[in-house]
């Protein structure tokens, strides 16, 4: 399964609400995390199995979707949230989406 | 406090072999399934490698099979990755990584392809 990201590129303000889809070349079956990866560091979990949100994890990160389609949500943009973001599917084989860098307006 | 701890890179020729180790502490490694995940510079991130609790299950990237060997010793909580005939493209971060959804990271090692 390929799953493709979209934006690759956002640009948003501090408080906004801000949407990053990731589409999957086949039904995922809810199969759907997100990890965020800051500038040299490893990648952190945020969300497993599409809306499960990871322990820890701040809860204005959301996850939605379903089929082939997936979005994760982050309901008021904080400075420290710059940083890209990768889907990663495990229904079928594992892949990671090509990645969405965020960045403050 | 869960702890991975990736090492065994460095610069190789094209066409030599390489080992990496990741030893893990702060949990029971017979009981997670583990991954390995690499990163080139500048890109995305791409999975390599999975192997289960008890070694029943091991899968690959097709990048990578038929060249790369996962494994692990429970003993020694330690998670292996043979590489072999290295490729410039195989230069990456390599990550070890907890869990079919991979829950936490190494901090990762670097292996560099070059002649």
């Known amino acids: 399964i390929q799953l493709t990201q979209s934006p690759s590129l956002l640009s948003a303000s501090v408080g906004d609400r801000v949407t990053l889809s990731c589409k999957g070349s086949?039904?995922?079956?809810?199969?759907l995390a997100w990890y965020q990866q800051k500038l040299g560091e490893a990648p952190k979990l945020l969300i497993y199995n599409t809306n499960s949100l990871q322990t820890g994890i701040p809860s204005r990160f959301s996850g939605s979707g379903s089929g082939t389609d997936y979005t994760l949500t982050i309901s008021s943009l904080q400075p420290e949230d710059v940083a890209t973001y990768f889907c990663y599917q495990y229904n079928n084989g594992l892949t990671f989406g090509s990645g969405t860098k965020l960045e403050i307006k | 406090e869960v702890q991975l701890v990736e090492s065994g890179g460095g610069l190789v020729q094209p066409g030599r072999s390489l080992k990496l180790s990741c030893v893990a502490s702060g949990f029971t490694f017979s009981n997670y399934g583990m991954n390995w995940i690499r990163q080139a510079p500048g890109k995305g991130l791409e999975w390599v490698a999975y192997?289960?609790?008890?070694?029943?299950?091991?899968y690959y990237a097709e990048t990578v099979k038929g060249r790369f060997t996962i494994s692990r010793d429970n003993a020694k909580n330690t998670l292996y990755l043979q590489m072999t005939s290295l490729r410039s493209e195989d230069t990456a971060l390599y990550y070890c990584a907890r869990a079919y959804t991979p829950d936490y990271w190494g901090q990762g090692v670097m292996v560099t392809v070059s002649s």
């Open positions: 086949q039904n995922i079956n809810n199969y």
């Open positions: 192997i289960s609790s008890g070694s029943s299950y091991i």
